[in-house]
């Protein structure tokens, strides 16, 4: 019988080494260091949620290149409209907190406000729920009850469409 050949790097996949040595593993049972220093993973993380439910009810969905202000792009009405995804992993004081900027701490251009040209929705994800409430308001920050979670699973599309309508009425 033949050997399967491995290729380099191919540990990581076995459970080789790094066995549970990754402390996002654990996610959502992770401490606040852990989610800040692996941020980049969690916001892709909160970028494919939004995609794949947006797929699931058939839209077309699309990644833009990375230097745009907007993470995703999707066909609506013969529209190219441009997403922003914003992703938490925990409540403070009852409710989920999405700041609206761009940029980050520790970046050279610190973090400033989107412009009204940079995004139509925001898709404002509460990760460990999987649930996503979409937004076409304009605010520097969001803030979500926890409450607002039964209401997410029993209508999953009523706030895309609720912002959607929200598009409509307004001049492209």
């Known amino acids: 019988m033949g050997r ?21 593993r654990a996610y959502p049972e992770v401490e606040p260091n852990v989610i800040s220093k692996r941020a980049r993973e969690i916001g892709l993380s909160g970028e494919l949620l939004v995609m794949s439910k947006l797929i699931r009810i058939g839209f077309t969905v699309l990644q833009p290149p990375d230097h745009l202000h907007h993470d995703l792009m999707m066909v609506w009405q013969n529209r190219l409209l441009r997403v922003q995804v914003k992703a938490t992993t925990r409540p403070y004081k009852g409710a989920y907190r999405f700041t609206m900027s761009k940029g980050y701490r520790n970046n050279p251009l610190g973090t400033r406000p989107y412009e009204r040209c940079d995004y139509d929705l925001a898709a404002l994800v509460i990760l460990p729920e999987e649930c996503v409430f979409f937004t076409a308001e304009r605010r520097e920050r969001h ?10 699973r029993a209508h999953p599309t009523h706030s895309l469409f609720e912002a959607l309508s929200e598009l409509r009425q307004t001049p492209s």
């Open 4 to 24: 399967q050949l491995t290729l380099p790097g191919s540990h990581l996949w076995d459970g080789g080494p790094d066995t549970g040595h990754d402390p996002l």
């Open 143 to 152: 803030c979500l009850p926890v409450s607002v979670i039964a209401q997410l």
